[in-house]
C-alpha cells in the first residue's frame, strides 16, 4: 500500500468575494502521476501557487512527507523536495541552459557559501547539469543563453531544472501549453519515463495527455474538487462531463 | 568585456581569458605609472589626485558587488564611506596612531552598520529599498552631524597619518600611493572572485529571476545580506584611506549627493563589470578635477553628459571603449 | 515647556508638513502612474521660488508674481517633460534616478551662474506681514497662516479633482494600473502630461509661496525633496491622500522633534549629553518613522496598488 506524499486539508483561498480555492481537501500517493483538470477560471493554478508557496492560503493545511509546510516560503518546499515548473516559463534569461541547471544542482547538493572557485567551471555540478539537459534532448544548447531559446526549448529547460532538484513531488503546470502535436508527444514520452523516478501532479488541459499518463485524475470546477478517481471513473462521472469533459467529449 | 551574467563557456579557455584581463591589467599599469606625471611638475597634486581615484575605485568596487552583481540599488553607501573615515579619525583624535588597528576598527564598524542596516532594508526591494538605503544613510549623516567632540559639521583634522608598526611610513605620500594601489589590486581580485563564485552566482542569479531561485531552494536574503555586508566594508575600507590620505574627515563625506555620485561611477564605468566601476571612479574624479579648473560650474556640463550616456550609452565607458552594450 | 511654544511649533510643524504635501502630491502622483521616480522634482520647487523673485522683480505685484511664477513653472516642467523625462519612462529606475539627478546638476548650477549662490528673497505682501494673535501671548505670523490655508486650500481641490472629475477617475486608475488604462484605450500620453504638467505646478506653487519666508537659494530643494520621499513611502506610492496624511505626520515629527527632542531627553539623559544628543536624535526622527511604517505596513499607509 503506497503511502500518502501530499495532502490537503480542505485549503481555502479568496480574493475579496470570488473563492479560487473552496475546501479543497485532496491526497496524492507516492508514486502516482495525478493529474488534475477543469475548465478555464477553475483555479488549478492558484492551487499550484498554494502548494508551492507562492500563495498563501486563507485557511486549511499542507501536509507534505509527513511534514506540514502551510506557512513556509517557496525556496523552503523547494528544498524539502516539493518542486514545481511554471506555466509561463521562468528561467534565468541572462545564464547559459547549462548553468541554469547547473544552479539547480548546486541548490541540492553542493554548498554556495564557497566564495572562491569559478562556479561555472565546475565540474560536478556541470555534469550532473549535462545530464539532466541530455534527458530532456538539450545538450547542444548547454552554452546557449537560456533568454535566448525557443519556446518550447524554454519549456524543457524549465523540466531540466526542476529534473536536477531530484524532487520528491513535481507539480507540473501545464506544461504542454502552446506545444506542437510532435512536441507534444515528445513531452508525454519523457514524462512516461519521469514517472519512474518521481511522484507527479500534473496540471493539464491536452486530454490525451492525460489519459495517457495518469494514475488518478482529480477535477476542479469553480474552486471545488468535484470528482476524484482513477482515469475511467473520472471519464464516466455525470458531473464531470456536465462541467467539463462534455464540452470536450 | 564581458559582464557578471554571461559566464566562462566551459569549453573555451585560452583565449577568452587573455582578452577579458586586457583592460583590467591596462587599468592597473597606468595606475601604477600615473605618479610619472609627477615629474611634469607638482607631484604632490598629481599624488593626492590619484589617491583619490584610487580610493573612490575602491568603494566603486564595493558599490558594484551589491548594485551591478546582487541588483541591490543601494542610495547610501557614501555613509560607509564616512563610517570608515571617522574611525579613523575618531583614533587619532584619541592618540591611537597604529595604522592597523585602524584598518580593522573601519572594516568592523562598517561591516556591523552593513549588516545592522541591510538586515532590515533588505526585507523591503524595488524603490523601497533604495529609500530606506538613503533613510539610513542619512541617519549617519546626521550623526555625524552632531558629534561635537570630533568637529560637528566643521569636520575633523587629523594630527598625522596612522603608523604602520610604529613608524611614519604612510607620511610619504609615494609610499601612501603604492599601498593604496596594491590594496585596490587586492580588492578587486577578491571582488572577481565573489562574482565567478558559486555565492556570486547565486546573488546573479537572484537578481535575473528571483522567483526562479527561490523555486530551486535559493533564499535570496542571507546571500544578499552578506553581499551587502561585504560591499559596506569596502566602502569602509575606502573611507579609511580617505581621511589618511587628506588627513580630515567630514559629515560631507556621507551626504546623499555623494552616495549619488557611488552610483554615477559604477554606471558611467559600465555597469554590471568590476572593470568598469573602476574606470568610472577615475573617471569621475579626474573629469571633475579637469572640468573645475576651466570653470567651477563644471556641474552645468557634467549634469547633460550624465543625462546623455543614460539616454544613449547604455554600457557605460567601457560598453563604448570595448563595443559592447549593456544586457 | 510651555503652551504657547507648544501650539506655535505644532503651527509649524503644519506648516512644513502642508509644503511637504505640495512637492510630495505632484510626486507620488508621477511615481505611482507612470512608475517615474524624479529626482529633480526638489529643482521644480526651487524654480518656482527663483520664477516667484524674478516676476516679482518685473512687475513689483506679489500676487502677479505668484501667477507668473505658477505659469513659469508648468510650462518649464512640461518642456523637461518633452525633452528629457519622456524618454525614461521605459527605463529601470536606476536610469531615472541617474538621469534625474543629472538634471539637478545641471539645473541648479544653471541657477547659480545666473543669479548666484546668495540667498534671494522676496519681500512680503504688506497687507500679510502682521502677527495676529491666536490665543494669549501667541502672536503667529499672518502670512505663515496663509500658507497653511493655501496648502489646505490646495489639497481640498485635489481631493476634489481626482475623487469628484474624470480626469481624476482615469488618474487613480492609472496609479493603480497603468498598462490597463492604456489598453482601455485611453491616450496615456496625454494623461502622463497632465498629471506632470499638476505636480510640477504644485511643487512651483509651494516654492512661490515660501519665497517670502525662507531663503532662496538654489539648493533649497534639496533637503525637501528627501523628506518628499519620505512622505510619499510613508503616505503609500501613488497616494495623494496618502501624501496629505504622512506630509502633515512628517511635518509635526520633524518640528516638534527639533523643538524638544532635547528637553525630552534631559528627562532621562544628563543635561550636557541631551544637548548633544537632542539634534541628532531630532533629525533621525523621521527616517525611524518610515522604517517603522515600513515594517508594518511594507506598501506604505495608503497604497494605491492592491
Same mark, same amino acid.
Given at each position: 500500500?503506497?503511502?500518502?506524499?501530499?495532502?490537503?486539508?480542505?485549503?481555502?483561498?479568496?480574493?475579496?468575494?470570488?473563492?479560487?480555492?473552496?475546501?479543497?481537501?485532496?491526497?496524492?500517493?507516492?508514486?502516482?502521476?495525478?493529474?488534475?483538470?477543469?475548465?478555464?477560471?477553475?483555479?488549478?493554478?492558484?492551487?499550484?501557487?498554494?502548494?508551492?508557496?507562492?500563495?498563501?492560503?486563507?485557511?486549511?493545511?499542507?501536509?507534505?512527507?509527513?511534514?506540514?509546510?502551510?506557512?513556509?516560503?517557496?525556496?523552503?518546499?523547494?528544498?524539502?523536495?516539493?518542486?514545481?515548473?511554471?506555466?509561463?516559463?521562468?528561467?534565468l534569461p541572462r545564464f547559459?541552459?547549462?548553468?541554469?541547471?547547473?544552479?539547480?544542482?548546486?541548490?541540492?547538493?553542493?554548498?554556495?557559501?564557497?566564495f572562491?572557485?569559478?562556479?561555472?567551471?565546475?565540474?560536478?555540478?556541470?555534469?550532473?547539469?549535462?545530464?539532466?539537459?541530455?534527458?530532456?534532448?538539450?545538450?547542444?544548447?548547454?552554452?546557449?543563453?537560456?533568454?535566448?531559446?525557443?519556446?518550447?526549448?524554454?519549456?524543457?529547460?524549465?523540466?531540466?531544472?526542476?529534473?536536477?532538484?531530484?524532487?520528491?513531488?513535481?507539480?507540473?503546470?501545464?506544461?504542454?501549453?502552446?506545444?506542437?502535436?510532435?512536441?507534444?508527444?515528445?513531452?508525454?514520452?519523457?514524462?512516461?519515463?519521469?514517472?519512474?523516478?518521481?511522484?507527479?501532479?500534473?496540471?493539464?488541459?491536452?486530454?490525451?495527455?492525460?489519459?495517457?499518463?495518469?494514475?488518478?485524475?482529480?477535477?476542479?470546477?469553480?474552486?471545488?474538487?468535484?470528482?476524484?478517481?482513477?482515469?475511467?471513473?473520472?471519464?464516466?462521472?455525470?458531473?464531470?462531463?456536465?462541467?467539463?469533459?462534455?464540452?470536450?467529449? | 568585456m564581458q559582464d557578471f551574467a554571461t559566464p566562462?563557456?566551459?569549453?573555451? %579557455?585560452?583565449?577568452?581569458? +587573455? &582578452?577579458r *584581463?586586457?583592460v583590467p591589467? /591596462?587599468l592597473?599599469?597606468?595606475?601604477?605609472?600615473?605618479? @610619472?606625471?609627477?615629474?611634469?611638475?607638482?607631484?604632490?597634486?598629481?599624488?593626492?589626485?590619484?589617491?583619490?581615484?584610487?580610493?573612490f575605485a575602491i568603494a566603486a568596487l564595493g558599490l558594484d558587488l551589491a548594485l551591478g552583481c546582487g541588483g541591490l540599488v543601494s542610495f547610501g553607501h557614501?555613509?560607509f564611506?564616512?563610517?570608515?573615515?571617522?574611525?579613523?579619525?575618531?583614533?587619532?583624535?584619541?592618540?591611537?596612531?597604529?595604522?592597523?588597528?585602524?584598518?580593522?576598527?573601519?572594516?568592523?564598524?562598517?561591516?556591523?552598520?552593513?549588516?545592522?542596516?541591510g538586515?532590515?532594508?533588505l526585507?523591503?526591494r524595488?524603490?523601497?529599498f533604495i529609500?530606506?538605503t538613503?533613510?539610513?544613510?542619512?541617519?549617519?549623516?546626521?550623526?555625524?552631524?552632531?558629534?561635537?567632540?570630533?568637529?560637528?559639521?566643521?569636520? %575633523?583634522?587629523?594630527?598625522? +597619518? &596612522?603608523? *604602520?608598526?610604529?613608524?611614519? /611610513?604612510?607620511?610619504?605620500?609615494?609610499?601612501?600611493?603604492? @599601498?593604496?594601489?596594491?590594496?585596490?589590486?587586492?580588492v578587486y581580485l577578491f571582488a572577481r572572485a565573489v562574482v565567478r563564485s558559486?555565492f556570486g552566482r547565486v546573488l546573479r542569479g537572484a537578481k535575473d529571476n528571483e522567483?526562479?531561485?527561490?523555486?530551486?531552494?535559493?533564499?535570496p536574503?542571507?546571500f544578499r545580506?552578506t553581499a551587502y555586508a561585504i560591499s559596506g566594508?569596502m566602502a569602509?575600507?575606502a573611507?579609511?584611506?580617505?581621511?589618511?590620505?587628506?588627513?580630515?574627515?567630514?559629515?560631507?563625506?556621507?551626504?546623499?549627493?555623494?552616495s549619488g555620485d557611488l552610483i554615477i561611477m559604477v554606471m558611467l564605468g559600465g555597469m554590471a563589470s568590476l572593470d568598469g566601476a573602476i574606470l568610472g571612479a577615475v573617471f569621475v574624479?579626474?573629469?571633475?578635477?579637469?572640468?573645475?579648473?576651466?570653470?567651477?560650474?563644471?556641474?552645468?556640463?557634467?549634469?547633460?553628459?550624465?543625462?546623455?550616456v543614460v539616454?544613449?550609452a547604455r554600457g557605460g565607458l567601457l560598453g563604448?571603449?570595448t563595443?559592447r552594450r549593456h544586457g | 515647556?510651555?503652551?504657547?511654544?507648544?501650539?506655535?511649533?505644532?503651527?509649524?510643524?503644519?506648516?512644513?508638513?502642508?509644503?511637504?504635501?505640495?512637492?510630495?502630491?505632484?510626486?507620488?502622483?508621477?511615481?505611482?502612474?507612470?512608475?517615474?521616480?524624479?529626482?529633480?522634482?526638489?529643482?521644480?520647487?526651487?524654480?518656482?521660488?527663483?520664477?516667484?523673485?524674478?516676476?516679482?522683480?518685473?512687475?513689483?505685484?506679489?500676487?502677479?508674481?505668484?501667477?507668473?511664477?505658477?505659469?513659469?513653472?508648468?510650462?518649464?516642467?512640461?518642456?523637461?517633460?518633452?525633452?528629457?523625462?519622456?524618454?525614461?519612462?521605459?527605463r529601470d529606475h536606476l536610469d531615472?534616478v541617474l538621469?534625474?539627478?543629472?538634471?539637478?546638476?545641471?539645473?541648479?548650477?544653471?541657477?547659480?551662474?545666473?543669479?548666484?549662490?546668495?540667498?534671494?528673497?522676496?519681500?512680503?505682501?504688506?497687507?500679510?506681514?502682521?502677527?495676529?494673535?491666536?490665543?494669549?501671548?501667541?502672536?503667529?505670523?499672518?502670512?505663515?497662516?496663509?500658507?497653511?490655508?493655501?496648502?489646505?486650500?490646495?489639497?481640498?481641490?485635489?481631493?476634489?479633482?481626482?475623487?469628484?472629475?474624470?480626469?481624476?477617475?482615469?488618474?487613480?486608475?492609472?496609479?493603480?494600473?497603468?498598462?490597463?488604462?492604456?489598453?482601455?484605450?485611453?491616450?496615456?500620453?496625454?494623461?502622463?502630461?497632465?498629471?506632470?504638467?499638476?505636480?510640477?505646478?504644485?511643487?512651483?506653487?509651494?516654492?512661490?509661496?515660501?519665497?517670502?519666508?525662507?531663503?532662496?537659494?538654489?539648493?533649497?530643494?534639496?533637503?525637501?525633496?528627501?523628506?518628499?520621499?519620505?512622505?510619499?513611502?510613508?503616505?503609500?506610492?501613488?497616494?495623494?491622500?496618502?501624501?496629505?496624511?504622512?506630509?502633515?505626520?512628517?511635518?509635526?515629527?520633524?518640528?516638534?522633534?527639533?523643538?524638544?527632542?532635547?528637553?525630552?531627553?534631559?528627562?532621562?539623559?544628563?543635561?550636557?549629553?541631551?544637548?548633544?544628543?537632542?539634534?541628532?536624535?531630532?533629525?533621525?526622527?523621521?527616517?525611524?518613522?518610515?522604517?517603522?511604517?515600513?515594517?508594518?505596513?511594507?506598501?506604505?499607509?495608503?497604497?494605491?496598488?492592491?
Amino acid at each position: 500500500m503506497a503511502e500518502t506524499l501530499l495532502t490537503l486539508d480542505r485549503v481555502t483561498k479568496s480574493f475579496g468575494a470570488l473563492r479560487v480555492t473552496d475546501t479543497v481537501s485532496l491526497d496524492i500517493t507516492q508514486g502516482e502521476l495525478h493529474a488534475l483538470i477543469g475548465p478555464n477560471g477553475a483555479g488549478k493554478t492558484s492551487l499550484i501557487h498554494q502548494l508551492s508557496g507562492s500563495l498563501a492560503s486563507d485557511s486549511g493545511r499542507i501536509v507534505f512527507d509527513g511534514e506540514e509546510v502551510t506557512g513556509l516560503p517557496m525556496h523552503a518546499r523547494a528544498r524539502r523536495g516539493l518542486v514545481r515548473s511554471f506555466q509561463i516559463t521562468s528561467i534565468l534569461p541572462r545564464f547559459t541552459a547549462l548553468e541554469n541547471v547547473a544552479l539547480a544542482v548546486q541548490s541540492r547538493s553542493g554548498s554556495s557559501l564557497r566564495f572562491f572557485g569559478d562556479a561555472a567551471r565546475d565540474s560536478r555540478l556541470n555534469q550532473e547539469a549535462m545530464e539532466a539537459l541530455a534527458l530532456l534532448g538539450l545538450a547542444e544548447r548547454a552554452q546557449t543563453l537560456a533568454g535566448t531559446l525557443s519556446h518550447g526549448e524554454k519549456r524543457g529547460l524549465e523540466l531540466a531544472i526542476a529534473l536536477a532538484l531530484k524532487p520528491k513531488l513535481l507539480l507540473l503546470d501545464e506544461p504542454m501549453a502552446g506545444a506542437g502535436a510532435s512536441e507534444s508527444e515528445a513531452l508525454v514520452a519523457i514524462l512516461r519515463a519521469l514517472k519512474a523516478r518521481c511522484t507527479i501532479l500534473l496540471v493539464e488541459h491536452d486530454m490525451q495527455a492525460v489519459f495517457a499518463l495518469a494514475d488518478r485524475i482529480s477535477v476542479l470546477v469553480n474552486g471545488s474538487m468535484i470528482a476524484t478517481g482513477k482515469p475511467d471513473a473520472v471519464r464516466a462521472d455525470a458531473q464531470v462531463r456536465a462541467a467539463y469533459l462534455g464540452e470536450a467529449g | 568585456m564581458q559582464d557578471f551574467a554571461t559566464p566562462m563557456p566551459t569549453t573555451q %579557455l585560452a583565449p577568452p581569458d +587573455r &582578452a577579458r *584581463l586586457i583592460v583590467p591589467v /591596462l587599468l592597473f599599469v597606468a595606475l601604477a605609472l600615473a605618479p @610619472l606625471l609627477g615629474f611634469l611638475g607638482a607631484e604632490r597634486y598629481v599624488l593626492a589626485l590619484f589617491t583619490r581615484c584610487i580610493i573612490f575605485a575602491i568603494a566603486a568596487l564595493g558599490l558594484d558587488l551589491a548594485l551591478g552583481c546582487g541588483g541591490l540599488v543601494s542610495f547610501g553607501h557614501a555613509a560607509f564611506i564616512g563610517i570608515g573615515a571617522y574611525a579613523a579619525g575618531i583614533l587619532t583624535a584619541s592618540g591611537i596612531d597604529d595604522g592597523f588597528i585602524g584598518l580593522f576598527a573601519a572594516l568592523a564598524a562598517s561591516g556591523l552598520f552593513a549588516l545592522a542596516t541591510g538586515a532590515v532594508s533588505l526585507k523591503t526591494r524595488g524603490v523601497h529599498f533604495i529609500m530606506i538605503t538613503l533613510a539610513f544613510g542619512q541617519m549617519a549623516y546626521f550623526v555625524a552631524n552632531s558629534l561635537k567632540a570630533y568637529g560637528g559639521d566643521d569636520g %575633523l583634522t587629523l594630527a598625522n +597619518r &596612522a603608523t *604602520l608598526l610604529g613608524r611614519d /611610513l604612510l607620511a610619504d605620500n609615494r609610499v601612501f600611493y603604492y @599601498l593604496s594601489l596594491a590594496m585596490l589590486l587586492a580588492v578587486y581580485l577578491f571582488a572577481r572572485a565573489v562574482v565567478r563564485s558559486r555565492f556570486g552566482r547565486v546573488l546573479r542569479g537572484a537578481k535575473d529571476n528571483e522567483t526562479r531561485m527561490a523555486a530551486i531552494g535559493f533564499n535570496p536574503y542571507p546571500f544578499r545580506l552578506t553581499a551587502y555586508a561585504i560591499s559596506g566594508m569596502m566602502a569602509g575600507l575606502a573611507g579609511f584611506l580617505l581621511a589618511e590620505q587628506s588627513e580630515f574627515v567630514s559629515p560631507a563625506f556621507m551626504t546623499w549627493q555623494r552616495s549619488g555620485d557611488l552610483i554615477i561611477m559604477v554606471m558611467l564605468g559600465g555597469m554590471a563589470s568590476l572593470d568598469g566601476a573602476i574606470l568610472g571612479a577615475v573617471f569621475v574624479v579626474l573629469a571633475e578635477e579637469v572640468l573645475s579648473g576651466f570653470t567651477e560650474h563644471w556641474r552645468v556640463i557634467f549634469g547633460p553628459f550624465l543625462i546623455l550616456v543614460v539616454l544613449f550609452a547604455r554600457g557605460g565607458l567601457l560598453g563604448m571603449l570595448t563595443g559592447r552594450r549593456h544586457g | 515647556m510651555s503652551t504657547a511654544l507648544l501650539a506655535v511649533q505644532t503651527l509649524n510643524g503644519v506648516q512644513l508638513g502642508v509644503l511637504l504635501f505640495l512637492i510630495a502630491a505632484g510626486l507620488t502622483l508621477v511615481f505611482g502612474v507612470m512608475d517615474f521616480i524624479n529626482l529633480a522634482h526638489g529643482v521644480q520647487y526651487m524654480l518656482g521660488a527663483y520664477f516667484a523673485v524674478t516676476a516679482y522683480g518685473l512687475t513689483q505685484n506679489f500676487l502677479l508674481a505668484l501667477i507668473l511664477a505658477l505659469v513659469g513653472a508648468l510650462v518649464f516642467g512640461l518642456l523637461l517633460e518633452a525633452v528629457i523625462f519622456r524618454h525614461l519612462y521605459a527605463r529601470d529606475h536606476l536610469d531615472q534616478v541617474l538621469a534625474t539627478f543629472g538634471v539637478i546638476l545641471f539645473l541648479t548650477e544653471a541657477v547659480r551662474m545666473i543669479y548666484g549662490s546668495g540667498s534671494l528673497t522676496l519681500p512680503m505682501p504688506q497687507a500679510l506681514s502682521g502677527a495676529i494673535p491666536l490665543m494669549p501671548g501667541l502672536l503667529y505670523p499672518v502670512y505663515r497662516l496663509v500658507v497653511i490655508g493655501a496648502g489646505i486650500g490646495v489639497a481640498i481641490l485635489l481631493y476634489l479633482l481626482v475623487n469628484h472629475t474624470r480626469v481624476g477617475m482615469l488618474l487613480r486608475a492609472g496609479a493603480s494600473n497603468a498598462p490597463m488604462v492604456s489598453a482601455l484605450g485611453v491616450d496615456i500620453g496625454r494623461l502622463f502630461m497632465v498629471i506632470f504638467g499638476l505636480g510640477t505646478m504644485l511643487a512651483g506653487f509651494a516654492g512661490a509661496m515660501v519665497a517670502p519666508i525662507f531663503a532662496v537659494e538654489p539648493n533649497m530643494g534639496d533637503n525637501l525633496l528627501i523628506l518628499a520621499f519620505v512622505v510619499i513611502v510613508i503616505g503609500g506610492i501613488g497616494s495623494v491622500r496618502g501624501a496629505f496624511i504622512a506630509a502633515l505626520l512628517v511635518g509635526l515629527v520633524d518640528t516638534l522633534g527639533r523643538s524638544f527632542a532635547s528637553d525630552v531627553l534631559r528627562h532621562v539623559l544628563s543635561s550636557s549629553a541631551a544637548n548633544q544628543a537632542g539634534p541628532a536624535l531630532a533629525s533621525t526622527l523621521i527616517y525611524v518613522l518610515m522604517a517603522a511604517v515600513l515594517f508594518f505596513k511594507p506598501a506604505g499607509l495608503f497604497p494605491a496598488r492592491g
